[in-house]
């Protein structure tokens, strides 16, 4: 599933690793989760960029998104990175400065340990993948910072669910966190994202490729996972937008309205445009880790077992940096606002200004640089 060849982690070198962008994996041994499963073998895919300091003072960890990876910005294959704009050689994040590291998430496709790894009984986990949280993810990328030599990280950034990560991260390990930036996420999945995410978690299960999440070796449950991304991307994206975009217009020579069965009718060109991004997550994505990501995020909540969530981020440290878009209908700004409002201290949100919706804090990261410079990279 991954793009580029994964090569093996030097153990113990964070510093003289090459940070050249280039996947790597690193074995984080046995992993007993929140809920009670355990991974035997867990393995963190990863990427670093920059060189380590002698303190090891200057590690910045980022964060990806639902069906993002680990390749936030250019490395050795020059493949662009989802978070070019902020990361890189004299960008905000500054790679001649820091030390970038980016994993991708437990249960990915992208070479950690997910459901299409093996399991010690020689068959893909398939069904049997365990139910994790993001908590556990946090608990995992604490092991690769562990492998890497970095005790604290000078900061941890990430949008939706990266920012779900980033929050955790500063509540589950204070003293590991200097500076924390939560962009376009809340501090608990609320019942609307938990009630998208159900119906696309459905619509996976419903597939009849699914066989109960062991297809592999068979057809994947392409449909669902096709169906899921249309829910979700709609939500990802604005009225305004799609209306902008899109109108009532028919999509090139198709007749929307050309034929008496519904069967046989052409597309209007929102209904192209979601079929588009069905079948490129399809064509990248593995159902399974598309299932257990959503739940994880589902699972979402920093006051689980902590008290009340004001009382969870009382015990963070570090210095917050919270934003989101004007128009994200799914992690409005009003959800940043409260999380703003429960932290220590008085920290302002900071509002990128898109028509796209939530996406935005991807296509729209330019529109934060001077924000996060001031805050965290002077
Ligand atoms: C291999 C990896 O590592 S993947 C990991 C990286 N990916 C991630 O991190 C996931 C996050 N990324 C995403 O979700 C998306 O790529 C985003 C949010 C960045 C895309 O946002 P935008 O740039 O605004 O793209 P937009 O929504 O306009 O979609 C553009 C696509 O729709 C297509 N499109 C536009 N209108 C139509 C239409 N009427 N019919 C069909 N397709 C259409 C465009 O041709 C374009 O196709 P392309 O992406 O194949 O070039
Ligand atoms: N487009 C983003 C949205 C999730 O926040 C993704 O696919 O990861």
Known sequence: MTTYPPAPLQHGVGGALPGDGQLRIAPIGPLDLETGGR???AQLAFETWGELNHDASNAVLVLHALTGSSHVARGATDEHGWWDALVGPGRTVDTDRYFVVSSNMLGGCYGST???????????????????????????????????????????????????????????FPRRVRRCAVIACTAASTAEQIAFAQAQVQAIRLDPAFHGGDYYGGPHPEAGLGLARRIAHITYRSERELEARFGRAAQGSEQPLGAVLPADRGRYQAESYLDHQAAELVSRFDANSYLILTEALMSHDIARGRGTPVEALATTTADFFVAAVDTDRLYGPEQSRQLAADLPGTVPVRLISSPAGHDAFLTEIGQLDHALRAAFYA
């Not at 459901?115 to 365990?130: E, M, N």
């Not at 604490?142 to 005790?151: K, Q």
């Open 114 to 172: 997910g459901p299409a790894s093996t399991a010690p009984d020689g068959r893909p986990w398939g069904s049997r993948f365990p139910f994790v949280t993001i908590r556990d993810s946090v608990r995992a990328e604490a092991l690769l910072a562990d492998a890497l030599g970095i005790s604290t990280w000078h900061s941890v950034l990430g949008g939706s669910m990266g920012g779900a990560r980033a929050l955790e991260w500063a509540c589950t």
């Open 39 to 41: 991974l035997p073998r």
